[in-house]
């Protein structure tokens, strides 16, 4: 089975500091991780994945993420934040064990806010 | 770029009424999925089909069907509309093996069930 856990529902950050929005996972084999951001009234938008290789993951509008597999941990985070950040941040998990589909299990989302 | 489309953005309809809701990809994606969207619980996955003319259930699949008869349509089918199907409705597709797995979001249905 498969699971994805974002602990906070909201996160507060002045424009200009770094940001961290957390994510946790659970599987059976190996996981693939995303990240995607949802602008009010949109679809989801993909900011970036990780499947293997290094465990600091670059993406999309300045975002990374950090693999952390002792911890079973993906962050997402960026160096300084933007008023335009602000947005509902969704983690996504796959186990490499699932079958076919390639199926993703998504956490409840985290609402990022960014003020001046 | 990947597009994925979806009937409507905005649908209203009563209790009782039968309700398509319609999804098109234009990147010859085998895998397409319906999820719903609902404020504290995310993304919950509804159905999903990684070929045409197959389907598996989601993790709520109570209420609804789906039909996918061309690799780029899938369909939702709500038979018979009730108010607890208010919400949210994402569609998104994905290649297997080549993009790694990554799923591309339509723009979502915000359906209100009278």
């Known amino acids: 089975a498969q699971s994805v856990a974002q602990p906070e529902d909201q996160v507060n950050v002045a424009e200009g500091n770094p940001l961290t929005v957390k994510c946790t996972y659970s599987?059976?084999?190996?996981?693939?991780l995303f990240w995607y951001v949802q602008y009010p009234n949109r679809g989801l938008q993909f900011l970036l994945k990780?499947?293997?290789?290094?465990?600091l993951v670059k993406g999309s509008y300045g975002f990374e993420a950090e693999f952390n597999k002792s911890q079973t941990s993906f962050h997402l985070k960026k160096p300084s934040a933007l008023v335009s950040d602000s947005a509902l941040y969704f983690c996504?998990?796959?186990?490499?064990?699932?079958?076919?589909?390639?199926?993703?299990?998504f956490g409840t989302g985290t609402q990022l806010k960014v003020e001046l | 770029d990947v597009k994925v489309t979806q009937s409507s953005r905005y649908l209203v309809k009563r209790t009782g009424e039968k309700v398509f809701l319609e999804c098109v990809q234009d990147?010859?994606?085998?895998?397409m999925f319906w999820y719903r969207q609902d404020p504290g619980l995310g993304l919950r996955l509804i159905y999903f089909?990684?070929?045409?003319?197959?389907?598996e259930k989601g993790d709520i699949p109570e209420g609804y069907s789906v039909s996918r008869e061309k690799k780029e349509r899938f369909s939702l089918i709500l038979e018979s509309a009730s108010t607890n199907q208010t919400s949210m409705y994402l569609c998104?597709?994905?290649?297997?093996?080549?993009?790694?797995?990554?799923?591309?979001f339509g723009p979502g249905t915000r359906l209100l069930v009278l």
């Open positions: 990147m010859d994606h085998e895998n």
């Open positions: 990780y499947i293997t290789g290094d465990n």
């Open positions: 996504a998990v796959r186990d490499s064990l699932t079958g076919g589909g390639n199926k993703l299990t």
């Open positions: 998104a597709s994905s290649h297997t093996g080549g993009d790694l797995e990554t799923q591309y």
């Open positions: 599987v059976s084999g190996n996981p693939y």
């Open positions: 089909s990684y070929d045409v003319k197959m389907k």
